[in-house]
């Protein structure tokens, strides 16, 4: 009897002892290919020695101070290698502790915002349906996956949220180009509905991610969404949690379509799982209004600002350049999405294959013509996954991204360290646990 509150109580929970690169152990000798690196957090690979010592080092020297008191040289240096690499301009940067957090940070900061401006009535955050931005109940309120949403949907103040840039299943029944970007005009539809003296801002992430598995928008999106947030005076916040460092081939997701943010949050992959690390990047021009108006930030957290954070944060990112990972991220995940469409395509239980850089998305449906989804209790591509850890290869499981509740997928989002072998053996172990579970043997 264990006094650990598991996450899926009937799972026996292997104790993990070690890790390296791609790889990692549990206590009973048994290896797993690290091939979703937990919840896309993992880019730099496991037992990276450089970030261990960097902690341990920061740690011994220092390892917390009140955010509202003291500086550390790790905070510093790490704020000004990131500024050069955020597609934001004279960018401040706000440090937390999950993504949620981040998030729950974005969305006040924009409301402050607009008040510093002298907008006192905005005060809804705009976002997507097929979203995930995280459990604490300001970020649920802006998620847009309600079977997340539907047991504590009576605690938290709900927000606007409009159909997601979703291809394969086009809410609006459309095809792209002829489409005319619906999806991206729903944006401004929403605002005139609230009136765009209501609305603070609009959130999303730049690759729909584990709500709906690396949906990637179609081009023109992302600019006319900026073009209708600067017409109706709006943040644009960009959600980089799971896209950010490197995952996507770029060092942020946005980057791939032209468009700068107001704000961006990041998490998970900016220290790839070695300290629980999240930012809110800002526009220093906003902040200076925050400033004018307020004096600061009406926001805080104990943990805030993190000396230990910033350490591995730094450690983190100077590993991903010494390492050339973004560029990795771009070419070996480009055979990695080759190699899933070789492999898997023929499959009668695999609908789409899509994604970007090293994160890619398979879904699965009980008819290929009608692209009918699996009824929910059949928790398709759990059992996939399962089938997989089962045979050493961790992928990380999706479903809801339909209608919320039907819709089965997973997501293959190694570490940026990956091989092409490794992928190789990642998408055969993929197609067996596929056949096994599809067949129902
Ligand atoms: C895009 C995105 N935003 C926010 C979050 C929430 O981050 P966290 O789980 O660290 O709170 C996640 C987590 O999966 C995410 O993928």
């Known amino acids: 009897?264990?006094?650990?509150?598991?996450?899926?109580?009937?799972?026996?929970?292997?104790?993990?002892?070690?890790?390296?690169?791609?790889?990692?152990?549990?206590?009973?000798?048994?290896?797993?290919?690290?091939?979703?690196?937990?919840?896309?957090?993992?880019?730099?690979?496991?037992g990276v020695r450089e970030i261990a010592r960097a902690m341990g080092e920061q740690a011994a020297q220092?390892?917390?101070?009140?955010a509202t008191l003291f500086t550390t040289e790790a905070l510093e240096a790490y704020s000004e290698e990131l500024a050069r690499r955020v597609p934001l301009a004279d960018p401040r940067f706000y440090y937390l502790t999950s993504g949620s957090e981040g998030i729950e940070a974005a969305i006040k900061f924009a409301r402050q915002v607009q008040v510093a401006r002298g907008a006192?009535?905005?005060?809804?955050?705009?976002?997507?349906?097929?979203?995930?931005?995280?459990?604490?109940?300001?970020?649920?309120?802006?998620?847009?996956?309600?079977?997340?949403?539907?047991?504590?949907?009576?605690?938290?103040?709900?927000?606007?949220?409009?159909?997601?840039?979703?291809?394969?299943?086009c809410p609006f029944g459309a095809t792209y180009p002829a489409c005319d970007l619906a999806c991206a005009r729903a944006l401004e539809t929403e605002i005139l509905r609230h009136g765009p003296d209501q609305v603070a801002a609009f959130l999303a992430e730049p690759v729909g991610g584990a709500t709906m598995g690396a949906v990637v928008p179609p081009e023109g999106y992302w600019p006319l969404v900026r073009e209708i947030c600067d017409r109706y005076g709006l943040l644009l916040i960009a959600d980089e949690v799971m896209t950010g460092f490197g995952r996507t081939g770029?060092?942020?997701?946005?980057?791939?379509?032209?468009?700068?943010?107001?704000?961006?949050?990041?998490?998970?992959?900016?220290?790839?799982g070695y300290f629980p690390l999240s930012i809110l990047a800002v526009r220093g021009s906003d902040v200076e209004a925050i400033q004018r108006?307020?004096?600061?930030?009406?926001?805080?957290?104990?943990?805030?600002?993190?000396?230990?954070?910033?350490?591995?944060?730094?450690?983190?990112?100077?590993?991903?350049?010494?390492?050339?990972?973004?560029?990795?991220?771009?070419?070996?995940?480009?055979?990695?999405?080759?190699?899933?469409?070789?492999?898997?395509?023929?499959?009668?239980?695999?609908?789409?294959?899509?994604?970007?850089?090293?994160?890619w998305a398979v879904?699965?449906?009980?008819?290929?013509?009608?692209?009918?989804?699996?009824?929910?209790?059949r928790h398709f591509a759990q059992a996939i996954c399962d089938r997989a850890?089962?045979?050493?290869?961790?992928?990380?499981?999706?479903?809801?991204?339909?209608?919320?509740?039907?819709?089965?997928?997973?997501m293959v989002a190694p570490p940026l360290v990956v091989t092409e072998a490794q992928i190789d053996e990642i998408v055969e172990v993929l197609r067996t646990a596929v056949v096994e579970v599809g067949s129902g043997h």
């Open 250 to 272: 770029r060092w942020f997701g946005m980057e791939h379509f032209g468009v700068e943010p107001d704000g961006m949050v990041m998490g998970k992959g900016a220290t790839g």
């Open 120 to 169: 006192p009535s905005r005060y809804l955050i705009i976002s997507r349906w097929g979203s995930y931005h995280g459990a604490t109940l300001g970020a649920l309120a802006v998620t847009g996956k309600p079977k997340m949403r539907a047991l504590y949907a009576p605690m938290f103040r709900d927000q606007p949220h409009i159909p997601p840039p979703y291809c394969y299943r």
């Open 389 to 410: 850890f089962e045979r050493g290869v961790l992928l990380y499981p999706g479903h809801g991204g339909v209608d919320g509740v039907r819709g089965d997928h997973l």
């Open 293 to 359: 108006a307020h004096g600061e930030f009406v926001h805080g957290g104990t943990f805030s600002h993190h000396a230990v954070g910033a350490a591995a944060a730094l450690a983190t990112l100077r590993y991903i350049e010494a390492h050339d990972l973004v560029r990795a991220a771009a070419e070996k995940g480009a055979y990695l999405g080759r190699r899933l469409r070789e492999v898997l395509s023929d499959l009668p239980w695999v609908g789409d294959i899509r994604g970007i850089g090293m994160m």
């Open 62 to 66: 220092v390892a917390y101070v009140h």
């Open 363 to 377: 879904e699965f449906v009980a008819d290929r013509r009608t692209k009918e989804p699996f009824p929910p209790g």
């Open 1 to 46: 009897m264990s006094h650990v509150f598991y996450r899926r109580p009937a799972f026996p929970h292997p104790r993990a002892v070690r890790g390296e690169g791609v790889y990692l152990w549990d206590a009973e000798g048994r290896r797993y290919i690290d091939a979703s690196g937990g919840a896309i957090v993992v880019n730099v690979g496991h």
